[in-house]
């Protein structure tokens, strides 16, 4: 079968024992990279050596058959550098490939930046949306932020150290400067640091560099109160584009205050 294994995203005590047992009995190992992985390995005193396949970005749709075509006949492990294969890293043409090829896949869970920074950020966790990296373009990040302005349910961005302060700032103009967000940095390391307080503050904060992986936590945006057959409009329009009434309904009664209930049977009598 193959299966996908969380690795350490900064200290090596979070590998897991299915994890350590894992790699020190299977024998192909397709990883992100193989230099990290070799070094995962030596620093968990692991004296098995199996076969490394170089599988990433830039060949995982080329060589994904191949792979499945292993994990038909014994166990093949997939890791990202860091964290959960598939979420923002390679693996998810694999396990595409692997499904469609009847291949068995599962899972050895463990440590994820999405959220270990939810959890140390101080916003609301009961809802939330992984937005992975912000695009790196001015103008399509500006575009991205403006579609998610509205978005009601707290935001997880991963971003790069260099592009921390510029992202803060399109943020602040996108979602309000007062919009609370928090900056985790360098999870689980030594120098871990989590700097909580409004876009326009961490802006401010970040201007003079960042250093190390940064996961950016936002809140979402505040329900406003509107009239009801405006929020049934809402609703209407999101149908007729192809969302279930109901996910419409729910969507917007987060963002309006109306309840679900009331703006569904609004929608039926309006058709």
Same mark, same amino acid.
């Given at each position: ?36 992985? @070799? ?65 068995? @896949? ?56 260099? #592009? ?15 919009? #609370? ?33 940064? @996961? ?8 406003? #109160? ?46």
């Amino acid at each position: 079968m193959l299966i996908l294994a969380a690795t350490p995203i900064g200290n090596l005590g979070d590998a897991s024992r299915r994890l350590v047992e894992t790699l020190g009995s299977v024998r192909i190992v397709a990883t992100e990279d193989t230099r990290t992985t @070799v070094r995962l390995l030596a620093g968990l005193g692991i004296q098995n050596r199996p076969r490394l396949i170089a599988l990433h970005d830039h060949n995982e749709k080329e060589r994904a058959a191949e792979v499945v075509a292993l994990a038909r006949d014994e166990d093949v492990l997939m890791l990202s550098d860091a964290g959960m294969p598939t979420v923002s890293d390679p693996g998810y043409g694999l396990v595409a490939e692997a499904i469609a090829q009847g291949v068995d @896949v599962t899972v050895i869970p463990g440590p994820s930046a999405v959220p270990t920074a939810l959890a140390l950020s101080g916003l609301p966790t009961d809802r939330f949306a992984f937005e992975g990296f912000a695009p790196r373009k001015p103008g399509e990040r500006r575009t991205a932020f403006a579609a998610l302005a509205a978005e009601p349910r707290t935001m997880v961005f991963f971003e790069a150290p260099a #592009r921390v302060a510029a992202t803060l700032e399109a943020m602040a103009a996108a979602f309000g400067a007062d919009r #609370r967000a928090a900056v985790c940095r360098e999870l689980t390391k030594l120098h871990e640091e989590v700097a909580r307080g409004t876009l326009a503050e961490l802006a401010e904060w970040a201007a003079p560099g960042v250093r190390g992986e940064c @996961v950016i936590v936002v809140a979402g945006a505040a329900a406003r #109160r509107v009239p009801l057959e405006d929020a049934v409009s809402q609703v209407l329009e999101r149908a007729s584009a192809g969302e279930r009434l109901k996910a419409a309904c729910a969507a917007v009664a987060s963002a309006t205050e109306h309840s679900s209930r009331d703006l569904y049977q609004a929608a039926l009598a309006a058709r």
